[in-house]
């Protein structure tokens, strides 16, 4: 009933940038706050950055200075600039949300994952 589809990952250079889209749709009554995630393999999943309806923003310390992100509230989509990006930055980033929805006439919240983006930084 609702869906986050992520596009913009790829193969860059160290120090270059990539921009992550997520789009959520389906469903929707209120989204309260969108981000990122990323996992590599043998790690647990890890927060990037979020962002609030309100526009507070949260950043994980390895991307502050590096990455902003932000929400387009009127399209249901958020982005992610990653800018001097690194090999360690490497990952599968994953879009997240809490959403409100009418279900049965109950508003309920729950969280969405979108299917993952690849971003590899690699010269």
């Known amino acids: 009933q609702v869906q986050l589809v992520e596009s913009g990952g790829g193969l860059v250079q160290p120090g270059g940038s990539l921009r992550l889209s997520c789009a959520a749709s389906g469903n929707i009554f209120r989204i309260n706050a969108m981000g990122w995630y990323r996992q590599t393999p043998g790690k647990q999943r890890e927060l990037v950055a979020t962002?609030?309806?309100?526009?507070?923003?949260n950043y994980a310390d390895s991307v502050k200075g590096r990455f902003s992100i932000s929400e387009d509230n009127a399209k249901n989509t958020v982005t992610l600039q990653m800018d001097s990006l690194k090999p360690e930055d490497t990952a599968v980033y994953y879009c997240n949300a809490e959403i409100d929805r009418w279900e049965r006439l109950r508003l309920r919240s729950d969280e969405y994952w979108g299917q993952g983006t690849q971003v590899t930084v690699s010269s």
């Open positions: 962002v609030t309806s309100g526009g507070a923003t």
